[in-house]
C-alpha cells in the first residue's frame, strides 16, 4: 500500500501519490500532499477533556442534587415555622375574662415573633438556593453540550 498524506484544501487523508483529492476533488500535485499526522497526541487530548467534562457532568449533577434536597429540608423547616407561628398567635382576651398573665401572653407573642423570624430565614435560604439550583442546571446544561461537541468533533 501507498503511504498517505492529506489533502491541502479539505485535509481528508488521500494517498500520497493522488492526483486528485477523493473527498473535495480538487486537483493535488504530489508535492503537496500534506504528510499524514500522528492523531494519538490529540486523540488522547481529547479523550482527557471528555474525562474532564464527564466528571464535571458528575460533580454537577451531585451538586444538584444536595441542593434540591436542601430546598426541599428548608421549605419543610419553613412550613413548620409558618404552623408554629400561626398556632402560637396570641389571643385577645376580654378584659373581664380571667385568661393567662401578662408574662404568658409576652413568652407567647415572643414564640410568635422567633418562629415568623425562623421562617423568614429559611425562606430567605430557600430563594438562595434555588438561586444556586437553576445557576448548577445552567452549568450542567453546558458541561453536557460542550461533551456532546467533543464527542461529535471526534
Known sequence: MSSTGACPHC????????KFCTSCGKK??????????????E????????QDLEREIARLTSD??????????????????????????PAVAPPSSVGPSQSDLEATE????????RARAA????????????????DLQKAKAAWLEGLSNS
Open 11 to 18: 485535509s481528508k487523508p488521500i494517498s500520497a501519490t493522488a
Open 28 to 41: 493535488v500535485e504530489a508535492a503537496t500532499i500534506v504528510p499524514a499526522q500522528n492523531f494519538s497526541k
Open 43 to 50: 486523540y488522547e487530548a481529547e479523550k482527557k477533556k471528555n
Open 64 to 89: 444538584l442534587k444536595n441542593s434540591q434536597a436542601s430546598v426541599s429540608s428548608l421549605e419543610k423547616e419553613l412550613q413548620e415555622a409558618h404552623n408554629s407561628s400561626n398556632s402560637t398567635a
Open 110 to 117: 415572643d414564640r410568635a415573633r422567633a418562629a415568623e423570624d
Open 123 to 138: 425562606e430567605s435560604k430557600v430563594s438562595g438556593l434555588e438561586s444556586k439550583v437553576k445557576t448548577l442546571e445552567l
